[in-house]
Structure formats: C-alpha cells, structure tokens
C-alpha cells in the first residue's frame, strides 16, 4: 500500500519544484547574473509555498543518507558568490545572534541558498529511492528542516535576493531596465 504522505499530491509537486531548484544551481556556469536573480526571485517563493504544502507528518528517526558532499555544498556555494560578486553579502536581523549583539550579522545569500540545496537535494534523492518507507521520512525530515531552518533562511535570503533585483543602485540595475 502506497502511503498517503509519500504520494500526497502536495508532495509531489513539491519534489517537482525542489528538483527545479536544485537542477538550476547545478546548471550556474553559462548562467548571466542577472538572470540568476531573476529566477531566484520567482523559484524562492515557489519552493516556500510548495513547502508549506506538505502533509504533516514527523520523522520516525530512520537514518537518513547525506547525498550532498562538502565538495559539492561548496560548488554551489562559490557559484552562487561569483554570480553575486558584491551584493553576495547583507546584513541579518532575523538571526538568533542579533537578540545579544549591538552590530548587524553579516549574511551571505551564497551561503544561504547553499544551505537550502543542500536540505533539497538530499531530500529529492532519498525521494527518489522508491522507498515508501524512506520516501514517507524524507518528507518528514524535509518538512521538519523547513519549520525550524531552512524555511526562515529561504525568506531572510529572498529578502536580500529581492534587493539586488530591484535595487536601482545593483549591478543588475541596467539589466533588468533597459
């Protein structure tokens, strides 16, 4: 029997758009920065509300495989900052830090988006495994990795990603108005 968590309809599209997001990070090299801006704007948003669509449900504790290596994390990561360059960084007031500091936090969207592919793509490739059983913890672990980290980075960093994009002093300014 195919369980309803595993094959909920929400789940599914949500594996769709996290295999979307993941796909376009790994395909950054030919890749205009400010094009990459542009489908941030519109793929974050899209990842958030698919995520927020899942069936609820808690992990059982089953050992989940990490797919996704230091090296591979830090591919992404330095694609991301290049594309970037100078508006790679910005300041954070949504950060545990921030309650005991008097200075901002310096974030990096690089780093941020990292993060989240990182959560996305082990979760597509424990998916995809077939595994009711593996499928249905996968979904679980996601969601539960959603409610308390990565879901808050997603919209802090769609914040700052957002300020590149439609900030007229951005390097991409010329870009997007011409």
């Known amino acids: 029997m195919k369980s309803s968590v595993a094959f909920d309809k929400n789940t599914v599209e949500f594996v769709t758009v996290a ?29 958030y509300l698919k995520a927020t669509m899942l069936p609820a449900t808690e992990p059982e504790g089953l050992y989940m ?9 830090e591919e992404i990561r330095i694609q991301l900052a290049q594309k970037l360059g ?14 005991y500091s008097d200075t901002p936090v310096r974030k ?4 941020d ?12 490739q ?4 077939g595994l009711d059983e ?10 539960d990795g ?12 769609l914040r700052a990603v957002h300020n590149v994009r439609f900030n007229p002093d951005s390097i991409t300014d010329e870009q997007f108005y011409d």
């Open 65 to 73: 495989e990490e797919y996704v290596t230091e090296a591979d994390y």
């Open 126 to 129: 424990s998916y995809r495994s």
């Open 86 to 99: 100078e508006n790679d960084d910005y300041l954070e007031v949504f950060v545990e830090d921030m309650k």
């Open 19 to 47: 295999a979307e997001y993941c796909a376009y990070l790994e395909q950054l090299y030919d890749k205009e920065p400010e094009k990459v801006i542009d489908v941030l704007c519109k793929l974050l948003p899209l990842v």
């Open 113 to 124: 988006l990292a993060d989240i592919y990182q959560a996305l793509r082990n979760f597509v």
């Open 146 to 157: 959603f409610r308390t980290y990565w879901g808050q980075t997603l919209v802090n960093t």
């Open 108 to 111: 990096c969207i690089s780093e």
């Open 134 to 143: 593996v499928m249905t913890e996968a979904v679980a672990v996601c969601a």
